[in-house]
């Protein structure tokens, strides 16, 4: 008899720039290892070496919004097919830090791109070779919400600002209401966690998160 084709997981990372998000993953990962599960950490945009090269370009080169989104969504497309699927058909836990619902929040809400590009775009590019008619998306997005003030205090001097973190405050509002709008479309996949909180508490929401879940 033919064995049954594994379960993978893929979790995703979403929040501002200073949100607090990067800090999180690795013990999260640990979580799953714990378990028994292969984890695969990875980002975008990047994961990959062609994607990585792409995320070079999109985080320092000047360029129009509508190369932003198509090189996002062109790196995200090598990243699931390199990355992504393979890990997920083995049955992995997959944790990206970051996915599609950065380029609705920082395209399409902080630049004012049109939605409805982008929707077309995610659909070329995350359409499912196993499931047609389905699109790749996250089984759970963890969104690390934090107000762009405190999170430029969390940023301020740490490093080099890029492309985007060199933006205002205006700018972030508005990827902050871009990521909001996604969690209201898609609540039972969202999980928003208070990242204004002490690293240990913003741990402890989402241990509960993942523990309601069976996760
Ligand atoms: N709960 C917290 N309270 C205070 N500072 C924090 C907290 N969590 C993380 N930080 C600090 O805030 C900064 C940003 O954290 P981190 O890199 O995890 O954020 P991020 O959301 O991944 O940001 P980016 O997307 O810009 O990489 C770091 O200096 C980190 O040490
Ligand atoms: C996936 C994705 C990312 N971005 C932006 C968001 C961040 O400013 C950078 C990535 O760097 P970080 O280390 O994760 O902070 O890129 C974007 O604008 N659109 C996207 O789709």
Not at 11 to 39: C, M, N, T, W
Not at 89 to 114: K, P
Not at 193 to 203: D, G, K
């Amino acid at each position: 008899m033919s064995q049954p084709a594994p379960t993978g997981l893929f979790l995703s990372f979403e929040g501002i720039d200073g949100a607090g998000k990067s800090s999180h993953i690795a013990g999260i990962a640990e979580r799953f290892r714990a378990a028994g599960r292969e984890v695969v950490t990875t980002r975008e945009p990047g994961g990959t070496p062609l994607a990585e090269s792409l995320r070079e370009l999109v985080l320092h080169q000047a360029m129009d919004p509508l190369t932003e989104a198509l090189l996002v969504f062109a790196a995200r497309r090598d990243h699931l097919q390199q990355c992504i699927e393979p890990a997920l058909a083995r049955g992995a836990v997959v944790l990206s830090d970051r996915y599609t619902d950065a380029t609705f929040a920082y395209q399409g809400g902080g630049r004012g791109f049109d939605l409805a590009l982008l929707r077309t775009l995610e659909g070329w590019v995350q359409a499912r070779a196993d499931a047609p008619g389905r699109l790749r998306q996250p089984d759970l997005t963890l969104w690390f919400d934090l107000a762009p003030a405190l999170a430029a205090e969390r940023l301020a001097g740490a490093r080099a600002p890029d492309r985007f973190e060199a933006l205002d405050q205006a700018f972030f509002t508005r990827v902050r209401e871009g990521y909001a709008a996604r969690a209201a479309a898609e609540p039972q996949r969202f999980a928003r966690i208070e990242a204004n909180a002490p690293r240990e508490a913003v741990a402890a929401q989402i241990a509960r998160v993942l523990d309601a879940r069976g996760l």
